[in-house]
């Protein structure tokens, strides 16, 4: 087929994307955490006093870090018994994603590069997040995808209230 997609097909990517989004706004815990692989590297940095990236989440200051899945399926547990204060009453989300970009393609892995902009209501009042994400997905035998590591570049990290999962 003359002008076919890149390998990985973008559109499927983008997808992907797309259903991880809509699996947090409608609030799909267990569905959202069968999109992550159970050795996933869930990281978002933090912005240093010179204004860059701690680069090392096991020796520098992480605003969210998971080692593996068992760390999302803990917060995803808390937030579904409403043992998690700070996500009571959990906000209502708006995930937007744009920019998607397929960085290298490295076997059965697909390196992905996206922004974000997240707008969340709770207390009758509305905040933004916004930024980048660096995504590793693992391709599956039945053609889909599991995201095998997730860095989250947050842009506006002076924030007024804790960060969480769903805000990203």
Not at 13 to 31: C, G, K, N, Q, V
Not at 88 to 108: F, K, Y
Not at 134 to 144: E, H, I, M, S, W
């Amino acid at each position: 087929m003359s002008g076919a997609a890149h390998p990985t097909g973008h559109a499927a990517i983008s997808a992907f994307l797309y259903r991880e989004a809509r699996h947090l706004d409608d609030r799909e815990w267990d569905a959202w955490l069968e999109l992550y692989a159970p050795d996933v590297e869930y990281w978002m940095p933090a912005w240093d006093d010179d204004d860059r990236l701690t680069e090392d989440p096991q020796r520098e200051i992480s605003l969210i870090y998971y080692p593996n899945r068992n760390g999302l399926e803990d917060r995803v547990f808390r937030i579904q018994t409403e043992r998690s204060s700070a996500s009571m009453p959990e906000p209502r989300t708006s995930h937007m994603i744009a920019n998607v970009e397929v960085l290298q393609e490295r076997g059965d892995a697909v390196d992905v590069r996206y922004n974000f902009h997240t707008l969340s209501h709770r207390y009758q009042k509305t905040d933004q997040f916004f930024g980048t994400v660096f995504a590793t997905l693992r391709k599956q035998g039945d053609g889909g995808y599991l995201i095998a590591r997730k860095k989250i570049v947050l842009k506006d990290d002076y924030i007024r209230q804790v960060i969480d999962i769903y805000h990203l």
